[in-house]
């Protein structure tokens, strides 16, 4: 499901999620947890001006300039798309539990198959923790495969998470980068 930019507020309250960022053969797909309520306001998935994520995927080397969030098609064209493992939007992603995720592998596990990335990379734990059962996991690259692509958990970008400082992000992301 898509929001627009001007639909009103009941449609977010029913939970309309934001629209995927997604194409054939792609590189590598982005997961976030879910949307955050700022994203599904705006209509554009990373949109709050706290989230790291176009700045740091310009600065690992995935877009040659710093996308905004209404450009978020144009990461087709650099080989990379997004998508969120739950599409429920939450103020926090700490408002998920393990069920949230657990539902909502089904849907997911048949997008990644229709469009067949080589890379799936989760931003957090959470998602990968619950899909896989393993909460031991580190960040990088995971043994796991999941519906053929390839699994990597790196930090979330969220400005909510002040463990990663922007080089520490970067450095995460720039590991994925150079190996694709």
């Known amino acids: 499901m898509s929001i627009e930019a001007g639909r009103d507020d009941d449609m977010l309250a029913r939970g309309a999620g934001l629209s995927d960022v997604l194409a054939p053969g792609l590189r590598v797909v982005f997961c976030g947890l ?3 309520l700022t994203a599904q306001r705006d209509g554009h998935n990373f949109s709050s001006p706290s989230n790291r ?18 450009e978020e098609q144009h990461l087709l064209q650099y080989g990379c798309g997004i998508t969120a493992a739950v599409s429920r939007a939450t103020r926090s992603a700490a408002e998920l539990v393990a069920s949230d995720y657990l539902t909502a592998v089904p849907q997911l596990e048949a997008k990644i198959s229709k469009f067949g990335p080589a890379h799936l990379a989760f931003l957090g734990k959470a998602a990968f923790a619950a899909i896989s059962g393993r909460g031991d996991c580190d960040w990088g690259r995971q043994s796991d495969v999941f519906a053929a692509a390839k699994t990597w958990v790196l930090p979330n970008p969220s400005g909510l998470n002040r463990a990663f400082s ?12 150079s190996q694709i």
């Open 53 to 70: 994520f176009w700045r740091v995927l310009h600065l690992a080397g995935f877009t040659p300039r710093l996308l905004r969030a209404e």
């Open 34 to 36: 879910n949307p955050a």
């Open 166 to 177: 922007l080089d520490r992000l970067t450095g995460h992301y720039h590991d994925l980068r």
